[in-house]
């Protein structure tokens, strides 16, 4: 029998009606910063290229500086960086998944063990 995955904790940040970010956004920094690809963080998440481009825009579009600059293909080929804000927002968000999951392991432990038994840990 597999252990069952440990509880995690996922973090949505909520700024106003107009933006955020959460869990999806940062894993698809990571994975840009990662890849150098728009389209391969994409994919790599099960996502459409155009859902992935569309999710770049906002959040370029909801920070002061864009988080990832882009260029179109062609002979040298596209791609794509997260910017220095881009990098530091990242690392501004796993830091507080951080704190969070530490500040929070006894809370998250005393819920879980409130859980029903479920067959096959699932």
Same mark, same amino acid.
């Given at each position: 029998?597999?252990?069952?995955?440990?509880?995690?904790?996922?973090?949505?940040?909520?700024?106003?009606?107009?933006?955020?970010?959460?869990?999806?956004?940062?894993? =698809?920094?990571?994975?840009?910063?990662?890849?150098?690809?728009?389209?391969?963080?994409?994919?790599?998440?099960?996502?459409?290229?155009?859902?992935?481009?569309?999710?770049?825009?906002?959040?370029?579009?909801?920070?002061?500086?864009?988080?990832?600059?882009?260029?179109?293909?062609?002979?040298?080929?596209?791609?794509?960086?997260?910017?220095?804000?881009?990098?530091?927002?990242?690392?501004?968000?796993?830091?507080?998944?951080?704190?969070?999951?530490?500040?929070?392991?006894?809370?998250?432990?005393?819920?879980?063990?409130? =859980?029903?038994?479920?067959?096959?840990?699932?």
């Amino acid at each position: 029998m597999t252990q069952p995955e440990p509880p995690s904790l996922r973090i949505r940040i909520v700024f106003g009606d107009e933006a955020m970010l959460g869990p999806g956004k940062a894993d =698809l920094l990571e994975r840009i910063r990662d890849t150098g690809s728009i389209a391969a963080a994409g994919r790599s998440m099960s996502m459409s290229y155009k859902r992935a481009w569309m999710l770049v825009e906002s959040m370029n579009a909801a920070f002061r500086e864009p988080l990832v600059d882009s260029s179109r293909g062609g002979a040298k080929g596209g791609g794509a960086h997260l910017t220095d804000t881009g990098i530091e927002v990242l690392a501004q968000y796993r830091k507080l998944e951080d704190i969070m999951a530490e500040a929070g392991a006894a809370r998250i432990a005393a819920i879980q063990s409130l =859980l029903r038994d479920i067959p096959g840990g699932k």
